[in-house]
């Protein structure tokens, strides 16, 4: 099994930063993509930021410039780093692993709890 657990949201002001962070522990054997997602009540995750193994980054077009993530390999850990936070930023953020795990030869995903950002105007 594989455990994600995110920490680091919060409430803060519009313009104002939040750094989210996600460890991935467990029967691991690779991590070959992690990644956050965001999700308000009644629509389907949202992909923002992804990090391949490779340390390829891809953003979507409503964070390019705003958001970084970045990725610790020996930690399986990865963060988000979320700067002049806009009101619809607000969400839960999701974090995403791909994962092959030393029972299997097949990766799959996994994913965290959630943790809670609102970004007030």
């Known amino acids: 099994q594989v455990q994600l657990v995110e920490s680091g949201g919060g409430t803060v002001q519009a313009g104002g930063s939040l750094r989210l962070s996600c460890a991935a522990s467990?029967?691991?054997?690779?991590?070959?993509?992690m990644g956050w997602y965001r999700q308000n009540p009644g629509n389907e995750p949202e992909p923002l930021a992804s990090?391949?193994?490779?340390?390829?980054?891809d953003y979507a077009d409503s964070v390019k410039g705003r958001f970084t993530i970045s990725r610790d390999s020996a930690k399986n850990t990865v963060y988000l780093q979320m700067n002049n936070l806009r009101p619809d930023d607000t969400g839960v953020y999701l974090c995403?692993?791909?994962?092959?795990?030393?029972?299997?030869?097949?990766?799959?995903?996994?994913w965290g709890q959630g943790t809670a950002v609102t970004v007030s105007s």
């Open positions: 995403n692993a791909v994962v092959r795990t030393l029972d299997s030869f097949y990766q799959r995903d996994y």
């Open positions: 990090v391949l193994g490779a340390g390829l980054t």
């Open positions: 467990g029967r691991i054997s690779s991590v070959l993509k």
